[in-house]
């Protein structure tokens, strides 16, 4: 429906309130009544008519059920139609995102030394590698020895060099004055 025939019909109800589900069940059963019902056995049908009449006054309500349903449709739209913008935006700015990372990568795969003056000079150049003057292997081959030594070592602490073999109460030695 157009947007015109929405406000006409929304002047022409009124301030009628939305129809309730048992109102919408009930007219559909009279809309079942009614094209369940013999016709043809009479000249004037009173019993269809007066359904009718029933469906009809119950109108308003049904209407402005089906204005608001058709304002609720309408505003789903408009709401979708923001979020599939928004989605939009953030799948182009991921993807911008992605090709950036990629450039970054392959610039950084490209670079073997950096040249860090400007001048086609690397930080090698500026800074060689220190030579040591002495090795540092027998110092650690030592240090390992003494802790293994230290590990072997370790005893019971009531068997160790340090267990007191005192007979005086509370393993404290004899004091003479």
């Known amino acids: 429906m157009s947007e015109q025939q929405l ?36 000249r004037e049908d009173w019993y269809c008519m007066n359904l009718t009449s029933f469906m009809g006054e119950r109108m308003g ?8 349903s058709e304002a609720e449709v309408q505003r789903l739209r408009e709401e979708r139609h923001s979020t599939n913008e928004a989605l939009d935006d953030a799948v182009r700015e991921l993807r911008a995102q992605r090709d950036r990372v990629a450039e970054l ?3 950084l795969s490209d670079l073997s030394e950096p040249d860090v003056d ?29 802790l293994a ?23 404290l030695p004899e004091v003479t004055p």
């Open 118 to 146: 400007g001048a086609g000079r690397t930080y090698a150049e500026y800074h060689p590698p220190t030579e040591r003057s002495e090795d540092v292997s027998p110092q650690v081959a030592k240090l390992r020895g003494i």
């Open 105 to 107: 990568e392959a610039l």
């Open 7 to 42: 406000a006409e019909i929304a002047g022409l109800i009124g301030k009628a309130k939305p129809a309730t589900d048992a109102l919408l069940v009930q007219l559909g059963e009279s809309v079942r009544d009614r094209l369940a019902h013999d016709h043809s056995t009479q």
């Open 149 to 171: 030594r230290q590990r072997r070592q370790q005893e019971d602490p009531h068997d160790g060099p340090l267990a007191s073999r005192y007979t005086t109460p509370h393993n």
């Open 61 to 68: 309500p049904v209407l402005r059920r089906l204005l608001d």
